[in-house]
């Protein structure tokens, strides 16, 4: 694999790194064919957005896919994910993180010819040498910072998403350009971009997931709720006070910052969370947090990961299963029913989605 584009080739002072709609030029994509393998989340997204944009698209998938009919309905060209990428002069991998280097050396690779560039919406494969291309192959990396479905909904309404964007083999510059513009087609450059490298996308999007969004956050909600129900308070409670109002801050941290956010809510509120945030995440979390992400560095997060979906995910399934019999979740799933009357969600956002990838494996 090549070695990353380095923040010097391209970012002499930070806002180098930056760019806009205004750096994009969409005739880059004139006479070309752009490949999406996978038509989920992201795939869907894509494909769409693009075909709206005027580019030539074809839709990759497995025979027997679930989503072939779907994409055809929505006036797609679907075919296989081996044609797809003979036809296809850039292939863009949807596809979940543990399939897509068996992929590309079984039915990808063998399709490409000269001129081809493979581009990714999430820097694992590369990062962690799952996909393998030679060093004359370039390939980008545009990876929208939201799920699929929201993309689309701000597509749609004439706005679009930030994106993360990176390029890796020969003529750095092309590719770059080539990236800005499939961005700009697909909706990913309305709200600006980033240049980062494969590597630095992949291990800072797994250390967020995994010490805020989908790990330490859900962990400090459980244990706060614990805390609470174990002092006799009541599951609905703990449920309101520690989990349904998260999302209020969030929001308010989303479109403020942190420190916009303080100054929204009660001063008992400011003073008290100022007090006790430190005592919660002490030096033990951030102990933690220095191992976590030392293990993602270092590669043992990918092996691990790799080797339990290779076996059928069971350690996974279990902890889902185990999880989804706590009080907390019990608790919620009988107040859903009233809260969802709130409407305080898109039900145009898919809950279930990663905002990666595909759940489709081809």
Not at 190 to 197: D, K, N, P, Q, V
Not at 221 to 232: H, K, V
Request: hydrophobic fraction near 40%.
């Amino acid at each position: 694999m090549n070695k990353p584009i380095s923040d010097a080739e391209y970012a002499p002072e930070p806002s180098a790194r930056r760019f806009d709609r205004s750096h994009a030029d969409r005739s880059l994509l004139a006479g070309r064919t752009v490949a999406i393998l996978g038509y989920g989340n992201q795939g869907h997204a894509h494909a769409l957005n693009l075909r709206d944009s005027g580019v030539q698209v074809v839709v990759g998938l497995r025979e027997g896919s679930a989503r072939w009919s779907q994409a055809a309905d929505q006036g797609l060209m679907v075919t296989s994910v081996e044609e797809a990428s003979r036809r296809g002069q850039i292939i863009m991998f949807l596809l979940p993180d543990e399939v897509q280097g068996r992929v590309y050396d079984e039915q990808v690779a063998p399709q490409l010819e000269a001129g081809d560039v493979l581009a990714f919406a999430h820097g694992f494969a590369l990062a962690f040498d799952q996909v393998r291309p030679p060093a004359d192959q370039p390939a980008i990396l545009i990876a929208p910072k939201g799920q699929g479905h929201a993309l689309r909904q701000a597509f749609v309404a004439g706005g679009g998403l930030p994106s993360l964007l990176a390029v890796e083999g020969p003529h750095p510059e092309e590719s770059l350009a080539l990236a800005l513009a499939y961005a700009d087609a697909c909706g990913a450059l309305a709200g600006g971009a980033t240049l980062t490298t494969f590597r630095e996308e992949a291990v800072t999007d797994q250390f967020g997931e995994q010490a805020v969004l989908c790990g330490g956050m859900v962990e400090l909600i459980q244990a706060a709720f614990e805390t609470l129900t174990e002092r006799g308070y009541s599951p609905e409670m703990a449920y309101f006070e520690c989990l349904h109002e998260v999302k209020i801050i969030a929001d308010l941290i989303h479109a403020h910052g942190v420190d916009g956010m303080r100054t929204m809510i009660s001063s008992t509120a400011a003073y008290g969370g100022l007090r006790a945030g430190r005592r919660v995440i002490g030096e033990e979390s951030r102990t933690a947090m220095r191992a976590l992400l030392s293990d993602i560095e270092e590669g043992r997060f990918a092996r691990d990961f790799l080797a339990e979906q290779n076996h059928g995910s069971p350690e996974l399934a279990q902890q889902v299963e185990e999880e989804r019999e706590h009080l907390m979740q019990r608790t919620g799933r009988g107040l859903r029913r009233f809260l969802d009357d709130c409407r305080l969600t898109d039900p145009r956002v898919d809950p279930r989605a990663d905002p990666h990838v595909d759940r489709e494996t081809e």
